[in-house]
């Protein structure tokens, strides 16, 4: 018999007070007993709805299955088939969209915690299993992949299941990208992105920091003298973008991930940290995405007593993930929506004192479909901070594509593929994630990722032939 | 492993380090950078190539003992390695086809200018080198510019060495009697670098600035580094660090380069507190 409690079971989590004074994770998970409950709630439906709702397609009645059964471990082997990185997708995945979205037990009531349980699982197994993957019997190609965010590491993965010598080329000093630098600890704790790394050079795949592809070696080079005979270029989202409104370049104005780099990669956050970060009293943090809400989080965390979420659009209209919205009102940051900041305005020594802002309605939808924000008349005002996170998104670093002669990019700078199996303009160069898409999620990264990998394959074998 | 192969005090606050990294030896070229992490929880800090070995695969960096970053980097010693190191990055200083160039160096600053008058040197470019110090003590590479330079001064603030007197004035003595520089380089403190364009504008000598705004990633994603270049924002670690000096804020970029003072002195203090408790 099903467990038809229409609610999920909560999630245990630290205080709100608690916790936005610290840095640790704010979710702590499911116990055993909480995960077996949880998974009674689904009915493992035949036509399974969520399926469809998950970008790489995990059998989720299967592995809740076993779960509802006692066997974490069966449960693991079922979500490794289709992802690589359940520990992160079950933290950060916007479940309301994707397979949560589809759950039929969410028409009545909650809908299954699809998220919880696979994060559950997946802590499981790093607790408990410790097997070391063995590396696979080498079949003699090499392949190179640009980038160790979720995306790289993803093809990485598969790539070396399957006996390849893949190296991985990042040009941070630490591999995860955006898992690393951009989604805080609280979020998603390091040591877990940092257990993923660990994974993979088990099984032989090699990590190479501080390479920064197009500068120390082109791709030209990777393919010519080193005898990659594929490369992936999984690069990222790159440049921040600003708003174009006058003293945007006053002290105390930030983009959201220098300050998130700031903070999380650079560890600012730690008392005996030596980066510097602002001590801000208050902070607007302009934007609505997971972005904005990670910096208004973190700024909290760093002692601000008040930290605005500016957008210019709704409540609803919020793009980033649900849970986070929540979490990130009851840890008491206000959400200024509808309003729009059209100038900074700076102290005589040239620091932000302020923001002056005007009050948006929503009119007809746009291109996007969704309602375009207009200015409401007279309605200018002017918000007290000394601190501006803008978190307004980014555009494609232009390092890889300018080096790469052949490669083409859309107008927006992104690198164009064929379709879902990533090859690009030049032949055995694949690219897929954020540098293909512009800034989108870590499974949207993850899949394509899995895509490219099982093409590059493919693609090698054939010409092995 | 970059390790340090040779140490050198070019004066009490000035250190060059030779650095095995024959990657980045193989690539770079006058005018770019890398970023040094000297241990593993130390800042990420942008210093010029002041030089580099292809052959050996050596790759030189000379820098300024500033703060905890800086300090850290000073304390090791020949034989050590540093925790990370990577580059080239930015943009070579363009030279190419050009015959006359006036290479304007002030403090630090000529550790940075010296690859480009050795560059515009070998490539046989007439190059005047004018280089400026507080005092006699700090004056550094003065025979590596005097091997490159077809004429070269010295100026100090006091007079203890060379001509007294800041860079600009030589400058304008040089440009007014008819120089006819195609172009001028200048790298080194913003304020002198803003003094050394308003000198240049009025008689319209294309002058080229070496900006080095705060960086974190100087790869392109953080906007750390962004400056307002003829109206427009620029991020100095993919744009740059070389930009027209008639177009750049130098004031907003000044300004910017102080933002954390305050939390900079604070640090020097802990670090200083911590090297007498290592002393006694
Ligand atoms: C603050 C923040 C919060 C987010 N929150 C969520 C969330 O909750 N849920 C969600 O699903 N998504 C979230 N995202 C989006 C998600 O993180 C990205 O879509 C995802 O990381 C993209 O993966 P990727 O592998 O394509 O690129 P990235 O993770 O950006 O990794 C790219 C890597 O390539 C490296 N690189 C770049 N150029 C070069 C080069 N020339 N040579 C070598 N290496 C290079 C970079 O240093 C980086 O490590 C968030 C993003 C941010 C910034
Ligand atoms: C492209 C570029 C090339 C550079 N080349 C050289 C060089 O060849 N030799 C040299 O001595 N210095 C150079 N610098 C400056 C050097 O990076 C800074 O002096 C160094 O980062 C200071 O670090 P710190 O931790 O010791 O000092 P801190 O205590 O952090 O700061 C001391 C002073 O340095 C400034 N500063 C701090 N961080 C940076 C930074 N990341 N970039 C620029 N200024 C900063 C501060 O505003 C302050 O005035 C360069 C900077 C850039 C951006
Ligand atoms: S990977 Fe993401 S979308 Fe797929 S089942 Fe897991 S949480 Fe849902
Ligand atoms: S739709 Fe919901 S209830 Fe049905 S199988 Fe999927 S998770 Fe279970
Ligand atoms: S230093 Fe981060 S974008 Fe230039």
Not at chain 1, 31 to 58: D, F, W, Y
Not at chain 1, 419 to 426: C, M, Q
Not at chain 1, 435 to 441: D, E, F, H, L, Q
Request: proline letters at 5%; hydrophobic letters at 40%.
């Amino acid at each position: 018999m099903p467990n038809m409690d229409p609610k999920k079971c909560p999630m245990p989590s630290q205080e709100p007070n608690v916790r936005n004074k610290n840095f640790k994770e704010v979710a702590l998970g499911y116990t055993e007993e909480m995960a077996v409950n949880e998974a009674k709630r689904c009915l493992q439906c035949k036509n399974h709805p969520c399926r469809s709702g998950c970008p790489v397609e995990i059998d989720i009645p299967g592995f809740i299955k076993h779960v509802a059964e006692g066997d974490f471990e069966a449960a693991y082997n079922v979500i490794a088939q289709s992802s690589a990185l359940p520990a992160v997708c079950g933290r950060v995945c916007p479940q309301e969209h994707q397979c949560e979205g589809k759950c039929v037990r969410g028409i009545k009531g909650e809908t299954v915690g699809i998220g919880r349980l696979e994060r559950f699982v997946a802590d499981w197994y790093r607790n408990n299993v410790h097997t070391k993957p063995t590396a696979p019997a080498p079949n003699g190609h090499k392949v190179a992949v640009i980038g160790a965010g979720p995306s790289g590491l993803t093809v990485a993965g598969d790539l070396a299941k399957l006996g390849y010598k893949v190296t991985v080329y990042e040009a941070l000093h630490v591999a995860g990208g955006v898992l690393m630098y951009g989604i805080p600890e609280f979020r998603l704790p390091k040591d877990i992105v940092q257990h993923e790394v660990e994974g993979l050079k088990e099984l032989g795949v090699d990590i190479e920091t501080n390479m920064v592809i197009g500068k120390v070696l082109t791709i030209d080079e990777l393919m010519n003298d080193y005898g990659f005979e594929a490369v992936y270029v999984a690069s990222g989202a790159g440049l921040p973008r600003f708003m174009g409104i006058p003293g945007e370049s006053l002290n105390g104005v930030y983009s959201a991930n220098e300050y998130l780099t700031r903070v999380n990669l650079m560890k600012a956050y730690k008392e005996d940290s030596r980066t510097p970060i602002m001590k801000s009293k208050s902070v607007a943090v302009v934007g609505g995405g997971n972005v904005a809400m990670d910096a208004a989080r973190c700024a909290k965390r760093l002692g601000a007593e008040n930290v605005y979420i500016v957008y210019r659009r709704g409540m609803a209209e919020l793009p980033a993930r649900k849970e986070e919205v929540e979490h990130a009102e009851e840890e008491g940051i206000v959400f200024k929506t509808l309003t729009n900041p059209t100038e900074v305005l700076g102290d005589e020594n040239g620091w932000v004192k302020g923001m002056t802002c005007v009050e948006m309605e929503l009119g007809e939808p746009d291109a996007s479909g969704r309602r375009r924000p207009i200015v409401k008349e007279g309605s200018e005002f002017v918000l007290n901070v000394d601190t501006m996170i803008m978190a307004l998104g980014t555009s494609p670093n232009p390092l890889i594509r300018s080096t790469t002669p052949g490669l083409d990019a859309d107008k927006h700078g992104c690198l164009i593929t064929n379709g879902p199996d990533g090859l690009t303009s030049r032949p055995m160069v694949y690219a897929g994630g954020d540098a293909v898409t512009g800034a989108a999620t870590v499974i949207l990264a993850m899949g394509a990722g899995k895509e490219a990998a099982r093409a590059i394959d493919a693609a090698i074998k054939a010409k092995e032939q | 492993m970059f390790t340090i192969i040779k140490r050198r005090e070019l004066n009490p606050t000035v250190t060059e380090l030779c650095i095995h990294a024959p990657l980045i030896a193989k690539k770079a070229k006058a005018g770019q950078f890398i970023i040094v992490r000297a241990k593993e929880d130390s800042e990420r800090i942008p210093l010029t190539i002041a030089g580099f070995d292809r052959e050996a695969g050596t790759v030189s960096i000379i820098f300024q003992v500033v703060g905890a970053g800086t300090m850290q980097l000073n304390s090791l010693k020949e034989g050590e390695a540093v925790h990370d190191f990577v580059g080239p990055l930015g943009k070579a200083t363009e030279i190419e086809g050009l015959k006359n160039v006036c290479v304007v160096g002030g403090g630090v600053g000529c550790a940075i200018a010296l690859p480009i008058a050795q560059a515009l040197h070998e490539q046989g470019t007439k190059v005047t080198g004018i280089v400026g110090f507080r005092n006699k003590d700090l004056v550094i590479l003065e025979d590596e510019f005097r091997a490159c330079c077809d004429e070269f001064i010295i100026m100090t603030d006091d007079g203890s060495y060379g001509e007294k007197g800041v860079v600009t004035a030589p400058l304008e003595k040089k440009i007014v009697e008819g120089a006819n520089f195609d172009e001028v380089i200048t790298i080194g403190p913003l304020i002198m670098m803003k003094f050394v364009v308003k000198t240049t504008k009025p008689h319209n000598v294309k002058t080229v600035v070496s900006m080095n705004p705060i960086m974190v990633d100087g790869t392109g994603m953080c906007g750390g580094c962004r400056l307002t270049v003829g109206g427009q924002t620029k991020f100095a670690c993919v744009d740059g660090p070389d930009f027209d000096g008639f177009e750049v804020d130098f004031d907003e970029a000044m300004h910017r380069g102080t933002m954390y003072k305050p939390f900079e002195a604070h640090a020097r203090e802990a670090e200083c507190n911590l090297l007498k408790q290592e002393v006694q």
